[in-house]
């Protein structure tokens, strides 16, 4: 009994231990890190930084990755560096002629202009869905294979986004760090404060493309959908019934995409 119990808890250890860091992290080489303009470095170590904590909340992260280490030093230095006081306008020869925006390098100026054209160069070969960034592209892979690398070590429940795991944890912890700026209410998931404020806003994004009608949530829009279903049913099967004592059915019949068998 005690040795089922030993392997039991060896299983336990094991499974909280299977998620690091390294299972989360996304490695640049020097030269690689060099062509990332300044907006895609902040975005990379923000992402970075919050994975690691997110992790170190869960207990998955007990020590401090180097690479945690360098993006708090690039930081340092990329904010020195960024001093408005060494900062001379002939440093950044290159110019985005919409919104003016100035880059050093020109590699810099064309992954920028992306934003502008609406370009996606990450495309999914399942779907053929296109996405701007790298790490956008791979979580919607995840979709397609089913993985889902991030297991909730209280209940068991896996998620293919590290985020949703740490949205999924505050279940347990009843933590609710999104407040409503209008009312004071408090949620755990940042979706649910959104939909939530709509109802102060009147925000309604949600359009039906046959009456132009509009919701405040998706599911609210799903459910008004199903009138039309039901109204293009009923329609359909008056048709049907009409067509069915035609005479001219036995020449022809004429179906509603408009074309004749």
């Given amino acids: 009994m005690e040795e089922m119990e030993m392997n039991d808890e060896s299983q336990i250890v094991r499974s909280q231990e299977s998620l690091t860091f390294q299972d989360v992290a996304v490695d640049f080489t020097r030269e690689e890190w060099d062509q990332l303009y300044p907006a895609q470095k902040k975005l990379y170590r923000d992402v970075m930084l919050e994975n690691y904590r997110n992790l170190v909340t869960l207990g998955h992260q007990l020590y401090k990755p180097k690479v945690i280490t360098q993006l708090e030093q690039e930081e340092q230095w990329m904010m020195e560096r960024d001093s408005p006081l060494d900062i001379h306008p002939g440093e950044k020869p290159y110019k985005c002629d919409e919104c003016g925006k100035r880059f050093s390098q020109r590699i810099h100026l064309i992954q920028h202009q992306r934003i502008h054209t609406g370009e996606k160069p990450f495309i999914c070969n399942g779907c053929g869905k296109a996405f701007r960034q790298h790490s956008s ?66 925000e309604k994004p949600y359009k039906c493309n046959e009456c132009d009608k509009a919701f405040s949530q998706s599911a609210h829009l799903n459910q008004h959908r199903k009138i039309h279903t039901r109204e293009k049913l009923c329609e359909y099967n008056k048709c049907d019934k009409a067509l069915s004592h035609s005479p001219s059915l036995t020449q022809q019949h004429v179906t509603h995409g408009g074309g004749i068998i």
Avoid at 165 to 188: M, Q, V
Wanted: aromatic letters at 10%; hydrophobic letters at 20%.
């Fill in 137 to 202: 592209f791979t979580q919607h892979l995840r979709i397609h294979t089913g993985e889902k690398p991030y297991k909730c070590n209280q209940c068991g429940k896996a998620f293919s986004r590290i985020t949703s795991l740490t949205e999924h944890h505050r279940l347990h912890t009843g933590e609710k760090p999104y407040e409503c700026s209008f009312c004071g209410k408090a949620f755990s998931q940042r979706t649910h404060l959104n939909q939530h404020e709509r109802t102060h806003t009147g």
